[in-house]
C-alpha cells in the first residue's frame, strides 16, 4: 500500500489526483490532505479517504473544519505552518499542487522525507528551482513533473541522452484571447479570460493562459527542471492541445507526447511511475481528429514570453521576483484596477527596477526568495500606482 499526501487538494489537480486514488482505495493510505477556503469540498474528501490529517490554509477557517470532521477521527489543523507540518510527515508520494508561491515551503518540506514529490506547483521551480533541486539530492528524493508539458518532455526523454537534445518546444492553447486582435485586449474583463477553450482549471491558472504567463512560467519551469538553455527552448500556439510537447533531437528526429487534454494523464504517470497503468482517459482517435495545427506565439503579442527569456538568462532570484510581480499583478487585474495588457508591464517594470537595484544577484535562500516576492509585490502595487 501506497502513502500519498495531497497539497492542495480542493484545487484542480488535487480532485483529479483524488480521484485517480478514490478509484483503488485498498492501494493507497492517505496522510495528509490541505486545501484552502473550501472545506466543505476538504472535510468530504478527507471523510471519504480517511486521511490522517487534513489542514486549511485559513486559520479563521479551522473551527468550521474541525466541526465538519468533528467524530470521523481526522486530525485538524490550519495555518500556514500546519501546512507545512503536514507535508513533513513521512508518505512515499506527495501532490504538490498549492497554487503560488505558497507550495514553494511545503513542498521544501515533502522532499525532506526523500521519497517522491509529484511536482504541480510550477512557481517552487520558477522562484527556487536550485534550491529544490539541491534539496531534493541531498534528502535522496525524486521530483516528478505534473505540468502536462513537463510530463510530456519527461517521458520523451525517457532513455534518452541529455546531450543529444538540440530543442525542447512546449505548446499553448492560446488561451481564452488567442484569436482576438491585439487592440481588443485593453477591454478584456478577467470574467473572459477565465474562460478557457480547452481546458477546466481553476480562476488565476486560466487568465495566467490567457495571458501566456503560465507558458512563461513553464519555458522557466523548462529551463530549471532539464537544464536546458533558453537558446534551446520554445513555445509554440497549439489550439488543439493534444500536442503538449515536443523534443528535438541532433539526429533530426523528433518526439513528440499526444494525448486528450485531460490532467489525469501526467497526474497518473507521476502516481504509477515508473510503471504505466489503465487510466480513464480518453483514447486519442487521429482519423477523427483529423488534423493539427501551430502557430507562432509571438512574443511581441505576449511580452511574459520575452519576459520569461529574460529571467532564464539573468538567473539568481529574478524568477522569485517575475511570480511575485505576476501573482500580485493578476490579483490587480482581477480585482479590475489594470487592463490585461498592463500585468506584463507592471512584471516588467519591477524587474527592471530590482536588476538595477542588484538584488536578484543575492545568493538563493528561503529567506532571500521570501524577502524577493514580498519587495516585487510592493514594488507591483507601487507600479500600478504610477499608471
Given at each position: 500500500m501506497k502513502s500519498v499526501s495531497i497539497l492542495g487538494a480542493t484545487g484542480s489537480i488535487g480532485q483529479n489526483t483524488i480521484d485517480l486514488i478514490a478509484r483503488s482505495p485498498d492501494a493507497y493510505r492517505v496522510v495528509a490532505l490541505t486545501g484552502g477556503r473550501?472545506?466543505?469540498?476538504?472535510?468530504?474528501?478527507?471523510?471519504?479517504?480517511?486521511?490522517?490529517?487534513?489542514?486549511?490554509?485559513?486559520?479563521?477557517?479551522?473551527?468550521?473544519?474541525?466541526?465538519?470532521?468533528?467524530?470521523?477521527?481526522v486530525e485538524?489543523?490550519?495555518?500556514?505552518?500546519?501546512?507545512?507540518?503536514?507535508?513533513?510527515?513521512?508518505?512515499d508520494w506527495t501532490m504538490s499542487a498549492i497554487i503560488g508561491s505558497a507550495g514553494l515551503e511545503p513542498g521544501l518540506a515533502a522532499i525532506g522525507n526523500?521519497?517522491?514529490?509529484?511536482?504541480?506547483?510550477?512557481?517552487?521551480?520558477?522562484?527556487a528551482g536550485p534550491l529544490l533541486l539541491s534539496e531534493a539530492k541531498q534528502a535522496g528524493a525524486r521530483?516528478?513533473?505534473?505540468?502536462?508539458?513537463?510530463?510530456?518532455?519527461?517521458q520523451a526523454l525517457v532513455g534518452e541522452d541529455m546531450a543529444a537534445v538540440e530543442r525542447i518546444t512546449i505548446t499553448a492553447s492560446g488561451g481564452a484571447f488567442r484569436d482576438w486582435p491585439e487592440e481588443r485586449l485593453a477591454e478584456a474583463t478577467?470574467?473572459?479570460?477565465?474562460?478557457?477553450?480547452?481546458?477546466?482549471?481553476?480562476?488565476?491558472?486560466?487568465?495566467?493562459?490567457?495571458s501566456l504567463f503560465n507558458k512563461a512560467m513553464e519555458l522557466i519551469e523548462t529551463h530549471e527542471f532539464f537544464g536546458v538553455p533558453s537558446s534551446a527552448i520554445d513555445a509554440v500556439?497549439?489550439?488543439?492541445?493534444?500536442?503538449?510537447?515536443?523534443?528535438?533531437?541532433?539526429?533530426?528526429?523528433?518526439?513528440?507526447?499526444?494525448?486528450?487534454?485531460?490532467?489525469?494523464?501526467?497526474?497518473?504517470?507521476?502516481?504509477?511511475?515508473?510503471?504505466?497503468?489503465?487510466?480513464?482517459?480518453?483514447?486519442?482517435?487521429?482519423?477523427?481528429?483529423?488534423s493539427l495545427t501551430f502557430?507562432?506565439?509571438?512574443?511581441?503579442?505576449?511580452?511574459?514570453?520575452?519576459?520569461?527569456?529574460?529571467?532564464?538568462?539573468?538567473?539568481?532570484?529574478?524568477?522569485a521576483a517575475f511570480?511575485?510581480?505576476?501573482?500580485?499583478?493578476?490579483?490587480?487585474?482581477?480585482?479590475?484596477?489594470?487592463?490585461?495588457?498592463?500585468?506584463?508591464?507592471?512584471?516588467?517594470?519591477?524587474?527592471?527596477?530590482?536588476?538595477?537595484?542588484?538584488?536578484?544577484?543575492?545568493?538563493m535562500t528561503i529567506e532571500a526568495v521570501r524577502d524577493i516576492d514580498e519587495r516585487s509585490r510592493r514594488l507591483a502595487d507601487e507600479a500600478a500606482a504610477e499608471r
Open positions: 473550501n472545506v466543505e469540498k476538504l472535510a468530504d474528501d478527507a471523510r471519504r479517504l480517511k486521511a490522517a490529517i487534513a489542514v486549511t490554509a485559513e486559520p479563521a477557517l479551522y473551527a468550521e473544519l474541525a466541526e465538519r470532521l468533528e467524530g470521523s477521527g485538524v489543523a490550519a495555518g500556514p505552518q500546519a501546512l507545512v507540518e503536514a507535508a513533513s510527515r513521512p508518505a526523500g521519497a517522491t514529490l509529484a511536482l504541480a506547483n510550477k512557481e517552487s521551480l520558477v522562484c521530483i516528478l513533473p505534473v505540468d502536462s508539458e513537463h510530463s510530456a518532455i519527461f478577467a470574467a473572459e479570460a477565465a474562460t478557457h477553450p480547452n481546458w477546466s482549471m481553476g480562476q488565476r491558472i486560466t487568465i495566467d493562459s490567457a500556439i497549439h489550439p488543439e492541445s493534444i500536442v503538449h510537447a515536443m523534443v528535438a533531437f541532433r539526429d533530426g528526429a523528433v518526439l513528440a507526447h499526444l494525448g486528450f487534454p485531460d490532467m489525469r494523464h501526467a497526474i497518473g504517470y507521476a502516481l504509477n511511475w515508473p510503471d504505466r497503468l489503465a487510466l480513464p482517459v480518453p483514447r486519442l482517435d487521429l482519423v477523427k481528429l483529423a502557430r507562432d506565439a509571438d512574443e511581441r503579442r505576449h511580452p511574459a514570453l520575452r519576459l520569461a527569456r529574460e529571467v532564464m538568462d539573468a538567473g539568481g532570484l529574478s524568477g511570480n511575485g510581480a505576476k501573482e500580485r499583478a493578476l490579483d490587480l487585474f482581477i480585482e479590475g484596477r489594470i487592463t490585461f495588457p498592463t500585468m506584463a508591464a507592471i512584471v516588467e517594470r519591477v524587474l527592471d527596477r530590482l536588476s538595477a537595484s542588484g538584488d536578484l544577484a543575492g545568493a
